[in-house]
């Protein structure tokens, strides 16, 4: 005790408190733009730095203001300089800018269940739902929940549950992080009927395994792998003639077909081939926000949107919002990462690596392959080019402000500019400059 007041006053004394902190009135706006939990924490943190005597007190709010978060939310936008187009890690479909504006639009309150005319309830979604029909006109109906796995639990158990769904052996897949399809389809009540085997399954196999349990037969899309060699499947058109609902999970959410992707399946030729729904992805290549959409026979449709569970899978208006303008508006970053003509990408990565050299950085441009990623067009690589770095760069990069991520290969960092918007050129390109620095 006695000797705390030799060495002089405490320290401690001349620590500001949070409340002081916050009542000084530069701190006002970061409050109520942020709220005031976060600023708070950040004062607490602050404190302590004081506390421990590595911060003036005077300069506690400027020490604030400095570690406020841009935003409330902690989810971070990062470059993708990876190549992989629909990085499901990296939150899958970038939107558009016309589905950006329509989400800040949406966030208040919105008609999404009133008609304006005449103030009565109206359908939830009815301006989305309509401009999905008439990008897929084949379909009779349409209606969309939060995610593909969802359209997929929402069929099983409107259509099958208690019942079986026949499954091709070559079919029973895993979608990533552990979750597979035919688990998921179990979990609803429905029994999986395996036809076939792993590499061939015939029609007739099909047409033995049909009966009066049946609720549907499944075709479901190999979206993340291939598969090579002695093979057979049954194509939609086939199964259709077999006299039960077809159902197709085609995985990314083409909506018709795609010269780009001859081998990708699309919900317009599903339909036309005879599948009785067609379930797919809104976040892979359609570009456009999470969600499940299914088309198909106004029967089939309506009965899973008047099922109990669907209430359970509704899509929010901020959804709702970006999926319609994606769908009207101009071409998506998706699709522009896409058809990105290699020219225009390697006149871009020499100018980035050439500024890199005049900073005294090695850089290099390398021809590297870019996929689509996410569960789409597995077999489908698109020749691209990278900027070639020291590994120890991706590190501080994702590190940085903002993060930029990059493919790691041995001991190379590659930097593959195809889904950086070109604007942002110039960001990733002093990211790396203050990243060797660092
Ligand atoms: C991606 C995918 C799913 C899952 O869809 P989510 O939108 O991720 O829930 C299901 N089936 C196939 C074939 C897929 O490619």
Do not use: W
């Not at 979604?125 to 897929?136: D, I, K, P, Q, W």
């Not at 209606?143 to 091709?168: D, K, M, Q, Y």
């Not at 780009?260 to 036309?272: G, N, R, S």
């Not at 892979?284 to 299914?294: E, S």
């Amino acid at each position: 005790m006695g000797d705390a007041v030799q060495r002089g006053p405490d320290p401690r004394r001349h620590v500001p408190s949070v409340a002081a902190m916050l009542d000084d009135p530069r701190l006002r706006g970061h409050n109520d733009r942020l709220g005031r939990s976060i600023v708070k924490a950040v004062a607490r943190d602050v404190q302590q730095v004081i506390r421990q005597g590595d911060l003036a007190p005077q300069e506690a709010v400027d020490a604030i203001i400095a570690a406020l978060p841009e935003q409330a939310s902690s989810l971070r936008a990062v470059h993708n300089a990876t190549g992989v187009i629909v990085h499901t890690n990296l939150g899958r479909a970038p939107l558009s800018q016309a589905a950006v504006e329509a989400v800040v639009a949406a966030a208040g309150y919105t008609d999404v269940e009133m008609d304006l005319a005449d103030g009565h309830r109206a359908r939830r979604g009815r301006f989305t739902l309509s401009v999905l029909s008439r990008a897929v006109p084949q379909a009779e109906a349409v209606h969309v929940v939060n995610n593909g796995a969802a359209a997929l639990a929402l069929a099983a158990t409107a259509l099958a549950s208690g019942r079986e769904i026949l499954l091709s052996r070559g079919e029973f897949v895993e979608i990533g992080d552990g979750f597979r399809i035919p688990e998921l389809l179990s979990s609803t009540g429905a029994r999986i009927h395996e036809v076939g085997t792993t590499n061939r399954t015939r029609l007739a196999d099909y047409a033995q395994a049909v009966g009066p349990q049946t609720g549907f037969i499944l075709k479901i899309h190999p979206s993340n792998f291939t598969v090579r060699g002695f093979t057979a499947e049954v194509g939609l058109a086939e199964l259709a003639t077999l006299g039960v609902s077809v159902v197709a999970d085609i995985g990314s959410g083409l909506l018709a077909p795609d010269g780009l992707l001859p081998d990708e399946p699309d919900a317009t030729t599903a339909l036309k081939d005879g599948a009785s729904l067609v379930i797919a992805s809104a976040d892979k290549l359609l570009g456009g926000p999470q969600a499940g959409l299914i088309f198909g026979a106004a029967a089939e449709v309506d009965s899973l949107r008047r099922h109990p569970l669907a209430r359970a899978l509704r899509v929010d208006k901020l959804t709702l919002a970006a999926l319609e303008a994606t769908l009207t508006g101009p071409r998506t970053p998706v699709r522009q990462a896409l058809q990105l003509p290699l020219a225009e990408l390697q006149e871009r990565s020499q100018l980035f690596a050439k500024s890199l050299r005049g900073h005294g950085i090695d850089a290099q441009v390398v021809p590297v392959e870019a996929v689509v990623g996410g569960g789409g067009a597995p077999g489908t690589v698109l020749p691209s080019c990278a900027i070639a770095l020291p590994s120890y760069l991706a590190r501080r990069l994702r590190a940085g402000t903002p993060p930029v991520v990059g493919r790691v290969v041995r001991d190379q960092l590659l930097l593959d500019l195809r889904c950086v918007l070109e604007a942002d050129d110039d960001q990733v390109l002093a990211a790396v400059i203050k990243a060797e620095a660092a």
